[in-house]
Each structure stands twice: as C-alpha cells, then as structure tokens.
C-alpha cells in the first residue's frame, strides 16, 4: 500500500512537470495535438499505480517523450506554418457577411445547436445580429456582430481619454504581494499609510488593489475585530 502511495505521488508530480514543461493553458484552449498529448500523458501515468508490477520507467520514459515530443513541435510550429496546419488545422468562418455557410458546418460538424449555444456565450441571442462568426482551431467561436449591434467605443463616442495600468491585487486575505507592488510602483511605507487612514492592519484586509493612478480599493474581512 505505501509502495501505491509513492508512486502516485511520483506520478502526480511527473505529470505536472510534463504540463508545466509544454507550457499549456486551460483545456479549453488546447489544439487538437495538445489535447492528444495530454490524455496520453494521463493514461500512461497510470499504468503503474494500476499494475504494481510495471516499473516505474514504463511511465516517466513515455510521459517525457511525449511531453518532449510536444514541445518541438510546438516550437517547429512557429517557425513553418504548414506544419502548424498540419498539427492544428485552419479557423473555420461559418457566418460570413451575415450568411450562414452550411457546407463549412458540415465538414466540421458543427449544428446548429451548438451554433445557438456558442453565440450565446458571446452574449448574442439573435442570430441576424451576426456579421462574422469564426471557429477557431481549439473549438472557441469568436463572433463579429453587424454594426448597428455593436457595443459603441469611447472612439465611435469621440470621448477623450488615456489607457491606464489596469489594478493589481496588492494584498490577498492578509498577504502582501510583493511582485504587485513593485509593478504598480508603490512602496511598504505608502502601503501602511494608506491603512492607517482606514484604520486598519494588513490582517484586516481580505482583498486590496491599486490601479494605475495609485487609487486603492479594499474590501475588509468578514468578522474581523475592531
């Protein structure tokens, strides 16, 4: 029993590695390669805890050449892009200048009830709203909606402004997070002076930010004592 523990937590720390060393984002980003590669990984990596017998390189070889394997490819893919093709395929448009291209659904099989429900992750529930639609090679659908449909821009408003740093979590449930404060610019001392005008400690603070003009937002912990 203790020899199973070991090597699943081997195992555990193995794929992680793997994942971690191919530079993966969420799975619903994923390419169709990568996709491939990961359940590979997973089921390889079992083996051994289900078959005690196996040694424990019958696992870690094959994860690492596939993690491996992965990882040139990936950087292949940058340099040719037939190959990017050839491993990822191509974005698919289905909605052209308002017009729904079936024959393009049809060799990606994509129906309509899927068609309805991805645009409604986008936030559009009318489908004559739709200019652009495209599905992108990892199964997302980004969608371009006819002008009049379209959100208005400070730039569509003539609105003047400037683009600011967007706020960053400086304290997290009580911790100070080092790296932020040095992006935003602000110090140990400017931090404590600012809780002092609220009457607080950094204990006190569950979640606080601070955006580009130094202006901080903090939400106080529940049940916290005065």
Not at 203 to 223: A, C, H, N
Request: glycine share 8%; proline share 6%; charged share 25%.
């Amino acid at each position: 029993m203790l020899n199973i523990f070991f090597r699943a937590l081997l195992l555990y720390l193995l794929v992680i590695f793997a994942v971690r060393m191919m530079g993966k984002r969420q799975l619903g980003d994923l390419q169709p390669s990568e996709i491939v590669t990961t359940i590979l990984i997973g089921n390889i990596a079992s083996l051994p805890i289900e078959e005690p017998s196996l040694p424990m390189a019958a696992a870690i070889v094959p994860v690492l050449t596939l993690a491996a394997f992965e990882v040139v490819v990936s950087e292949a893919g940058l340099k040719w892009r037939r190959l990017r093709l050839l491993f990822s395929g191509r974005p698919q448009v289905i909605i052209r200048e308002g017009r729904i291209d079936q024959q393009a659904m049809k060799r990606i099989r994509f129906t309509l009830d899927d068609l309805m429900e991805n645009l409604r992750g986008e936030g559009v529930f009318d489908i004559r709203e739709v200019w652009h639609c495209v599905v992108e090679t990892n199964g997302k659908v980004n969608v371009l909606q006819k002008f009049p449909s379209r959100p208005a821009t400070p730039g569509d408003l003539s609105l003047k402004g400037s683009d600011s740093r967007p706020p960053l979590m400086v304290i997290a449930d009580g911790k100070v997070v080092q790296t932020a404060m040095e992006r935003m610019g602000v110090s140990p001392a400017w931090l404590d002076r600012v809780l002092e005008q609220k009457k607080l400690r950094r204990e006190d603070v569950f979640l606080m930010t601070v955006d580009g003009g130094r202006k901080p937002f903090i939400v106080e912990k529940e049940g916290r004592k005065v």
